[in-house]
């Protein structure tokens, strides 16, 4: 089947009869993913409350897979999980909030600012948290000491 097209009219041939027909008034399709608001109506929060369901959930099966002679208390497993989901619902939030902000399509410009942290903004954490710490090591500080919590966690340690 061949086609030739111009300025919305296309001509079609077919292979076997040769017959030639005319397509007319083809709208332009939407290139876009989704629309301007799809991360926050009725069924954007509903697909990320059930995401927010399957990483808690994934937090849970990691911290019962973990050997119970090196397993973390439930309050040291609470904070260590508490950071990671304040920090995860902050740039879930930033996004959304960035995303409906431009006529683009939200959900590729959560893409890719989700891409954007999880790549170079975990590289800008892990090279902030190398720096503090080796501050915290020079300056002896011990209570800045990264997964440290005090006395009550190291009575919990084996």
């Not at 099966?61 to 040291?76: A, D, H, L, N, Q």
């Not at 260590?80 to 939200?106: C, R, W, Y």
Request: with cysteine; aromatic share 14%; charged share 20%.
């Amino acid at each position: 089947m061949d086609i030739y097209g111009y300025n919305g009219v296309f001509l079609v041939k077919r292979p076997f009869n040769n017959a030639v027909f005319e397509i007319s008034n083809i709208t332009k399709a939407n290139p876009q993913g989704c629309d301007n608001g799809a991360l926050t109506n009725r069924f954007g929060v509903l697909i990320q409350g059930l995401l927010a369901i399957v990483a808690f959930s994934t937090l849970m099966v990691k911290r019962f897979r973990e050997p119970v002679g090196i397993r973390r208390p439930w309050r040291i497993w609470f904070y260590d999980m508490s950071k990671q989901a304040i920090g995860a619902l902050f740039i879930h939030f930033a996004n959304v909030f960035l995303s409906n902000l431009t006529e683009m399509d939200p959900c590729s410009l959560y893409l890719i600012h989700f891409l954007l942290d999880a790549t170079l903004g975990m590289l800008v954490i892990w090279a902030g948290v190398k720096v503090v710490s080796r501050i915290v090591e020079y300056k002896q500080f011990a209570l800045l000491t990264f997964g440290e919590y005090g006395p009550v966690a190291r009575r919990h340690r084996r």
